[in-house]
Every structure is written in structure tokens, then in C-alpha cells.
């Protein structure tokens, strides 16, 4: 579990070093600012997305994959208006 966790780790943060740079780079006075917003957002709703296919919409076991509170992932599903099968 560990060496996996430490691969997902090692890839996301090449992945993330390769796409910040080039989002840096191109960002000038009109467009600076909310990165944290634009990373989170495009990273979020894909991942509860996946998350909620591979556990054929149980939002309980979603919940626990993700590490976070089933009523936290019920808002999330609504604030994304993710489309789901309502298993709890």
C-alpha cells in the first residue's frame, strides 16, 4: 500500500510540477491569480467523478475512498451537478 501511495505521490507531483510551470509561464496581469481555485476545481470533480463510477454510485464506500464525510461528497455531487446512480 505504501510503495503505491508513494507512486501516486511521485506522479502527481511531476505531473503538477509540468503543468504549473507551463501555467506560469503564461499567465500575464489579466489572468494572475486563483490558481488554487483552477487546480483544485479541475482536479476535484474528475476525481469524484471516477471515484463514484468505480464504486457503481455507493456514495458510502466513494466517501470512505476519498477520505472524507458522505454528506461532504453528497455537496460536492450537487456543487459539480455530478451526475450519479443514488446508492448511499
Request: glycine share 6%; hydrophobic share 35%.
Amino acid at each position: 500500500m505504501q510503495n503505491t501511495q508513494k507512486k501516486v505521490h511521485t506522479f502527481l507531483e511531476k505531473w503538477l510540477d509540468k503543468s504549473i510551470k507551463q501555467y506560469v509561464g503564461a499567465m500575464n496581469e489579466q489572468n494572475n491569480g486563483h490558481l488554487h481555485e483552477l487546480i483544485m476545481g479541475g482536479i476535484e470533480k474528475p476525481l469524484v467523478e471516477i471515484v463514484l463510477k468505480e464504486t457503481n454510485g455507493n456514495q458510502t464506500q466513494a466517501a470512505n475512498i476519498l477520505g472524507i464525510n458522505r454528506n461532504t461528497l453528497r455537496k460536492k455531487i450537487a456543487e459539480y451537478e455530478i451526475k450519479c446512480k443514488s446508492k448511499t
